[in-house]
Each structure stands twice: as structure tokens, then as C-alpha cells.
């Protein structure tokens, strides 16, 4: 008897310039899962993430599928649109799940505190887990996680670096230059 195998899943790769540098879109079909920033570690996050969820995986390059995401990115970025209808698929925890939850519902152009996720989510002492789990954001920008600050209303914490949490900030009138 023949052993099983899986199929791999086709992960479809894209890219797009954005203000924030170059951003890589990864999904399946359609339905998006992941966004890394141009960083050292970023696409070997994007790997790790994917190992984590996957049992076995290829990538291709195709922006058609991913037409939807550029489109209102592209749009976001110029100032024309606030709220993400994109296709997602998230995979994490159920309290990361939540915290992400949380995060999409922080209107546009208004800052909160990881305290304030932690009570949203129904545990106003777990402001730490909330960091982590604002932190292991696999959609950055479209999950808004850049309008979490610090207590002191500091900007700490962000993957694609402070300099781009900044310009996301700058860029929806949340701060001033």
C-alpha cells in the first residue's frame, strides 16, 4: 500500500509598493493570509508563518488573485478608503483571533492602548498577551494593529518598525508630523 501524501497548498505571491516600502501578499486564491513588510526577517516570517499552518506548501506569483487586496490598499494608501472588505483567512489562537477581531474594529484615524484592546477583549489584565498577540498581526494595515500605542501614548511595537507605525499614523491624520 502506497503511502498518503498531501497535496501542496498553492500559496499565491504578489507584491505591491506601497509609502511603507514593498509589501508581499500571500494567500490562497483569493483570500488572503499573510502581508510582510520589506524587512530583514520578513519573508522568512512569512515562511515560518505559513510552516506553522500548512502541512505542505509551494508558492507561485500571481497579482490577479490578489487584485481586490492592491486595489484597496492602493486606495487606502491615498487617502480614499478606511474600511478593508479584502477576503482574509486568519490563523491563530482563539485569543489572537480576538485581539485581531478587536484591532479591525478601531475606527480609522484613531489611536487605542494595548490596555484598551485587553479590556475590549474581556480580559483587562492580559495587556501583555494583547501585545503579543498585536504583534503576531499576519494582515498589518488592512488589521490596523499600527493604531495600538502605548500607555504613555508612545508608538512601541510595531513589525515593519516605528518609522512605518509613524507613517501609517501620519498617513490617517492620527498623529502630526
Not at 36 to 42: I, L, R
Not at 73 to 86: D, I, M, P, V
Not at 145 to 158: A, K, P, Q
Request: hydrophobic letters at 40%; glycine letters at 10%.
Amino acid at each position: 500500500m502506497a503511502a498518503s501524501r498531501s497535496v501542496p497548498v498553492e500559496v499565491v505571491l504578489s507584491e505591491l509598493a506601497s509609502p511603507v516600502g514593498t509589501l508581499t501578499l500571500a494567500g490562497v486564491k483569493d483570500v488572503l493570509y499573510y502581508i510582510a513588510f520589506d524587512t530583514e526577517t520578513g519573508r522568512e516570517e512569512l515562511d515560518a508563518f505559513l510552516r506553522r499552518y500548512l502541512r505542505s506548501f509551494e508558492y507561485y506569483r500571481d497579482a490577479a488573485p490578489h487584485a481586490k487586496a492592491h486595489r484597496e490598499l492602493e486606495q487606502y494608501f491615498a487617502g480614499k478608503l478606511r474600511r478593508f472588505t479584502t477576503k482574509m483567512h486568519l490563523l491563530g489562537t482563539q485569543f489572537q483571533l480576538q485581539v485581531w477581531t478587536a484591532l479591525r474594529m478601531i475606527p480609522y484615524g484613531t489611536t487605542i492602548t494595548y490596555k484598551h484592546v485587553a479590556t475590549d477583549v474581556g480580559n483587562p489584565d492580559a495587556t501583555r498577551a494583547v501585545g503579543g498577540a498585536v504583534g503576531r498581526n499576519p494582515i498589518p494595515v488592512i488589521i490596523p494593529c499600527h493604531r495600538v500605542i502605548g500607555e504613555s501614548g508612545n508608538l512601541v511595537g510595531f513589525g515593519g518598525g516605528i518609522e512605518r507605525k509613524k507613517k501609517l499614523l501620519q498617513l490617517e491624520g492620527a498623529i502630526l508630523v
